[in-house]
């Protein structure tokens, strides 16, 4: 049986196509979730347990005026040598790799009017509920001891404009990768 010259230009077509699909597909390894060491330190969180929150200029997260009211803003302060209640904030785990930070009254922080706006103040208020997401945050690792503290909108705790006087809010802003210091915290077990 003889194939006519155009039927064999088809069938030879078709098979290379056919063969460089199969090749293609056998050729390319499927990719891997695996993470890289540095991922699986950056996601690292803080342990359960009480902390005073240093900031880059060595002053400590506190409660403006030692208040217990609601609303309360978050401040930077130095860091005092004796007990000092309001310096203490006390991170738990709220499951999905998020935390609470509660403050010395058991009142959680939390995002002042659940506000997206950068350099919305982080306040204290009486913890609603293990639901509410403006009282969680994604404390992560970015080496060196230090963390980044992330809202629920994916921004940074941070000190106000970079500030290293007292009584400097502590606000949400967009994170940053460059001048970002002012977003950098430890965590000093207490």
Known sequence: MRIRP???RA????AL???TVATSLMAV???TAVPTARHRATAAAIANGTYMIKT???KCFEVLNRSTANNSRIIQYTCRTTDNYSEKFTVRSAGSGASTIRVFDDKCLEIQNRSRANNTPIVQYTCRSKDNYTEKFKIVSAGGGKYRIKTFNDKCLEVRGGSRANNALIVQYTCRTKDNARQLFRFQRV
Not at 11 to 14: F, Q, S
């Open 6 to 8: 155009r039927t064999r």
């Open 11 to 14: 069938v030879a077509g078709a």
């Open 17 to 19: 196509a056919g063969a």
């Open 29 to 31: 390894p499927q990719a």
């Open 56 to 58: 880059f200029s060595g």
